[in-house]
């Protein structure tokens, strides 16, 4: 007979960055496939344009047209590469954190390898949105405001480092000896 430990037994700290890790990994893949990083509205038309496409949506007909960025647009490609690292640091801290919740309980480097990926998948986010916001200053019309697909990688970026301050602070509390008067 297995008996499962229910989910208010594990330490709520671990469970609670574990569950904003996941939501990381999900604003950043949100973030990498949807086409608005930048966004503007003209009076007939609005252009937007994400990672891998630019779109025109005119009003009048209502159709939108989307191009695969090429190589005009090539500085592109390092953003993507970035991005889909850190989800998959983003990952990597997952499963990190969930083998330590749930398999190997005892096992503190789990602990400290998902701190690890985790905090590199934050990495690679703030040094991919740092430069495309640096290069849509250079490259793209200043016309173009930056989008939601832009906000949630830096969404995804808080959310990672706040569950590395909660697994730090899981940590230090689980390594300090018990006083007596945790007892009364």
Same mark, same amino acid.
């Given at each position: /007979? !297995? !008996?499962?430990?229910?989910?208010e037994s594990r330490p709520k700290l671990l469970i609670t960055g574990w569950s904003f890790v996941m939501g990381a990994g999900m604003l950043n893949v949100i *973030?990498?496939?949807t086409p608005y990083w930048i966004y503007s509205s003209a009076i007939l038309r609005v252009n937007y *344009?994400?990672?891998?496409v630019f779109c025109t949506k005119y009003y009048l007909n209502a159709v *939108?047209?989307?191009v695969e960025l090429d190589s005009d @647009?090539?500085?592109v490609k390092s953003i993507r590469a970035m991005m889909i690292l850190s989800v998959m640091f983003f990952g990597a801290g997952f499963v990190s954190f969930t083998l330590k919740i749930w398999v190997l309980k005892t096992r503190k480097e789990f602990e400290y390898l998902g701190i690890a990926s985790t905090f590199a998948?934050? /990495?690679f986010t703030l040094v991919a949105?740092?430069? @495309?916001a640096d290069m849509k200053e250079m490259k793209i019309n200043s016309d173009y405001s930056l989008s939601f697909s832009f906000v949630f990688s830096i969404l995804g970026m808080i959310l990672a480092l706040v569950a590395c301050g909660l697994?730090? !602070?899981h940590i230090r509390k689980s390594s300090q000896p018990a006083t007596s008067s945790d007892f009364t």
């Open positions: /007979v !297995i !008996i499962m430990e229910s989910v *973030a990498i496939g *344009a994400g990672l891998w *939108a047209g989307c @647009f090539g500085w998948g934050a /990495v949105v740092s430069r @495309f697994v730090v !602070i």
